[in-house]
């Protein structure tokens, strides 16, 4: 979990973005759209969003896994559970499995850094 963080501070602190704090947000969408937008959001020519959660754990289908398994129901997803995964299974039940153990925070600031665009990077830990 340390380098997972690591990995988010050094992009925050790259990126420059003036506000680091420790807000807290409710599992709500008025709550999640009261987030502040970087400054540069609007101003930038050019720019890197990384998305990265416990939706990779599976590496199967998308980032839209989930939703694929659970709400369309796409017949690759619901077959792909039931064979690794118990019946009761839950999107939660990824969560201690997120362990980020090839992650290099090092590299990927420094390719962000490189490509002059600015950038912001969003962890889900739930």
């Not at 990779?56 to 896994?65: K, L, Q, R």
């Amino acid at each position: 979990m340390s380098s997972i963080i690591t990995f988010a501070l050094v992009l925050v602190c790259t990126s420059q973005l003036a506000d680091i704090s420790a807000t807290r947000y409710d599992p709500t969408w008025e709550s999640l759209d009261s987030r502040p937008i970087p400054s540069w959001y609007d101003e930038a020519k050019f720019g890197i969003f990384m998305h990265w959660g416990v939706y990779s754990v599976p590496s199967f289908y998308s980032e839209w896994f989930w939703w694929c398994w659970k709400g369309a129901h796409t017949q690759e997803c619901v077959d792909f559970m039931k064979k690794n995964y118990r019946p009761d299974f839950s999107y939660a039940d990824f969560g201690p499995m997120f362990k980020a153990e090839f992650l290099n925070p090092d590299q990927w600031a420094d390719l962000l850094a490189r490509s002059g665009a600015r950038y912001s990077f969003i962890l889900y830990l739930f």
